[in-house]
Each structure stands twice: as C-alpha cells, then as structure tokens.
C-alpha cells in the first residue's frame, strides 16, 4: 500500500486555512498543519476524523528557525510534500507613523519573508521530483494602497506579485503555482489583529472561509494562476478594482480600515 499524499497548510488553527486543511484531508492528505495558538491541537483533533494523520506544529513563523523546524518535521524520515498552501498572515489597522516599529516588521516577517523562506524550501524539493502544488493566500487588498492599513496590503500585494512570477516559470512543468485573492472574510482574523473597530471589520456579509477555501483548492487543483474568492461582491470588488486609479483605492481603503477611534 503506497504512503498517503502530503500537505502542509500554515495559518491552519482557524479560517480559511483550517478550510483548507479539511479538504486535504477529505482528499486522504496526511497533513502537517502550523499555526502559532494553541487551538492548532484542536484543529488537528477535528482533523484526525477523516482517517488521515495529522500532524500539528505551533510555531510563530516570524522566527526563520520556526520555518526551518516546521520544514523538518514535515520533511522527516524523507517524506516529500505534495502540497502547501501557504496561508499564514497578520496586519494592523492605523496609521503607519502611529504604530510600533517591531509590531511592523513583524507583519513583513510572517506575511513576506517567511512566505519566501517556506516556498523556497518546498519549491526546490517539488522542482527535483518534478510534480507539486503550492498556493499561497493573497488578497483582494493586493491591488489596493493600504491607507490606514498599509504594512497588510504592501505585504499581501508582494504575495500576490511573488505567486503570480513563480506561476510564470512553473508554467511548462507539472510544479503549479496558484494564488488565492479573498475578499473580506468571516474569520477570527479581525480579532487577533485588533481590527474589530473597523467599518471592514464590521461589515454584515462577509465571505463564507469554507466557500473561499474550496475555490481556492479547486483553483490549485486545477493549476489556475489565481482566484479572486469567493462572494459576487468580492468578484465584483476584484473587478472594480482593476479599473479605479490608485488614488480611489486609497481613499477606499482608508474609509474601511480607519478605527472608529480614530475619527
């Protein structure tokens, strides 16, 4: 009986990542799932019912040596990775001159330079079997200047170009690339990010983390270059977007990310 599929999924304790590592399970994925709470063990008890091994790592991935153990331990005893999505993210609401220093550096940590560190370790392994998939979250706010939020944007909108140069030179071999844009989203994000004092926060209709995943997932497995996820008034926000000056987007940003505090 050959090994069962494997799959790494960070930011896997809660929301769209969880998401994610439900369908790699359902898919009879043995998972490796990071996060860094401790609710990363109840995910992976919920996860265990699909007959799969699930493996969790509390790790805090601003720490490049988390990375590495997190690759080592879902690379120990020579198994190889199948497919990763790389979910894992953290931003602020505010203006940047008001906001502490470190606590920005550290949204660059674990949204940009840990991205690059785990999809270069995974990248290379999956480039010498010649066959894997990886997706990395993205965002909506990818294509929107961050006024007021603007470390989680400029992050997200290097996400997004990273994903979409590698999609490029993945594109003649069975290595897929795939980036997955989400609109705002019902997840516990707002509250570990201190942004429940924000209009976007506040919205009524958000978008549901398990539709996002799947269409995500589905556009990994399809080996899509990207997914703008996963409501009509996302997909509609997506086009919009594409449309409006920069200096709109701005504006835009500012009037849904500003805390009720700060007006």
Do not use: C, W
């Not at 401790?38 to 969790?56: F, N």
């Not at 690759?71 to 979910?87: K, V």
């Amino acid at each position: 009986m050959s090994e069962a599929r494997l799959a790494v999924v960070t930011g896997a304790s809660s929301g769209i990542g969880l998401e994610l590592a439900r369908l790699f399970a359902a898919d009879g994925h043995d998972l490796v799932i990071a996060a860094d709470d401790d609710r990363i063990e109840t995910a992976a008890r919920d996860l265990a019912t699909y007959g799969t091994s699930v493996r969790p790592v509390r790790v805090d991935l601003a720490d490049p040596s988390a990375v590495e153990r997190l690759y080592e331990t879902a690379t120990e005893s020579g198994r190889a990775i199948d497919a990763a999505a790389l979910n894992a993210g953290t931003g602020r609401a505010g203006r940047f001159v008001d906001g502490d220093l470190d606590a920005d550096l550290r949204i660059i940590d674990v949204n940009v330079r840990s991205t690059v560190h785990l999809a270069k370790l995974v990248l290379r392994d999956m480039t010498s079997r010649g066959a894997g998939r990886l997706l990395f979250t993205s965002s909506l706010v990818a294509m929107m200047p961050g006024s007021y939020q603007s470390m989680y944007n400029a992050s997200k909108a290097f996400v997004q170009s990273f994903a979409q140069a590698l999609h490029d030179e993945f594109r003649d071999g069975d290595v897929t690339v795939t980036a997955l844009m989400p609109g705002a989203t019902d997840t516990d994000f707002f509250r570990r990010v201190r942004m429940l004092d924000t209009p976007l926060a506040r919205m009524p209709l958000k978008d549901d983390p398990a539709k996002t995943a799947r269409q995500g997932y589905d556009a990994m497995l399809r080996g899509d270059r990207k997914v703008v996820a996963s409501s009509p008034i996302s997909k509609a926000t997506g086009l919009i977007a594409r449309a409006l000056p920069d200096s709109v987007k701005a504006t835009a940003n500012r009037l849904i990310a500003t805390p009720f505090g700060d007006r």
